[in-house]
């Protein structure tokens, strides 16, 4: 494995194929929230089945934590796609079929002659694509469980979101400085109505004008609109507020896991 896959680095951007056969870019698998990355050996291997389905068995958690999970194989899209189906995984398979990235990770099974799969490795990545943590799971027992990648994300969240401490922040005056949280140029705070932080993102560093719409709510459709834009040694913070009147809907709008009576 090359001596830069080192916490503390940036994780090297790549694109590859996902099970559908599009190219999706490292970027576009993080969309700005904190991402689990695994490189796996393949469908073939009954020790990563296990590992596969742990994934599966957190990934509803990992979801409602705005992480991010995905799965990198030497194994071709079709036969991505088929491994994905059967275990049940909402996160993307990607291929690397040619092996091109696991020669320039360094990251090849080298003593596997037949299959020449990745090492079993693991990274936590933080909102930045910075390394926070790896693992090497080439004995099965050094792949990561649950726990420490509960864990691994805990730690990213606190340091990340000032709103960890919410009310601290709340008091404090509703919003954290534009340096807190995040290590990023441009971090974009959404808030509620009355200014109170609720969480902050990296979404680029181009900068929208105050009062542009920027996306919508995927709970009740409202716009987040800038509200401000704010600059401190050096770091800019965009503060986002939804507009228009609040859902006056009694059921609740977010997306309900646990199964219904």
Not at 121 to 135: A, N
Not at 150 to 174: C, F, M
Not at 230 to 237: F, H, N, S
Request: net charge negative.
């Amino acid at each position: 494995m090359r001596d830069d896959l080192a916490p503390g680095n940036r994780f090297p951007s790549f694109s590859l194929p996902d099970h559908t056969g599009a190219e999706v870019p490292l970027a576009e698998l993080a969309q700005g929230h904190p991402l689990i990355l695994c490189f796996v050996r393949g469908w073939w291997c009954p020790k990563e089945q296990v590992r596969l389905r742990t994934l599966v068995g957190m990934q509803e958690e990992i979801q409602r934590e705005y992480g991010r999970i995905a799965v990198v194989t030497v194994d071709s899209p079709y036969t991505n796609g088929a491994l994905r189906a059967g275990l049940g995984a909402a996160f993307p398979f990607l291929s690397d079929e040619g092996r091109r990235l696991a020669q320039e990770l360094d990251a090849i099974e080298v003593p596997d002659t037949k299959h020449r799969p990745f090492l079993p490795l693991t990274f936590v990545l933080d909102s930045t694509g910075r390394i926070r943590r790896s693992w090497c799971g080439f004995w099965f027992w050094g792949n990561p469980t649950p726990e420490e990648l509960r864990l691994a994300l805990r730690e990213i969240t606190r340091d990340e979101q000032p709103s960890y401490d919410a009310q601290a922040v709340w008091e404090a005056g509703g919003s954290a400085a534009p340096s807190a949280g995040i290590d990023a140029p441009v971090v974009w705070i959404r808030e509620d109505g009355d200014g109170r932080e609720i969480q902050r993102g990296v979404h680029g560093d181009e900068l929208p004008e105050v009062g542009a719409e920027v996306s919508r709510s995927t709970l009740d459709g409202r716009p987040w609109v800038v509200e401000s834009i704010e600059r401190e040694d050096g770091r800019v913070a965009v503060h986002l507020r939804k507009a228009g009147p609040p859902s006056s809907d009694p059921l609740p709008q977010h997306h309900i896991t646990a199964p219904l009576p």
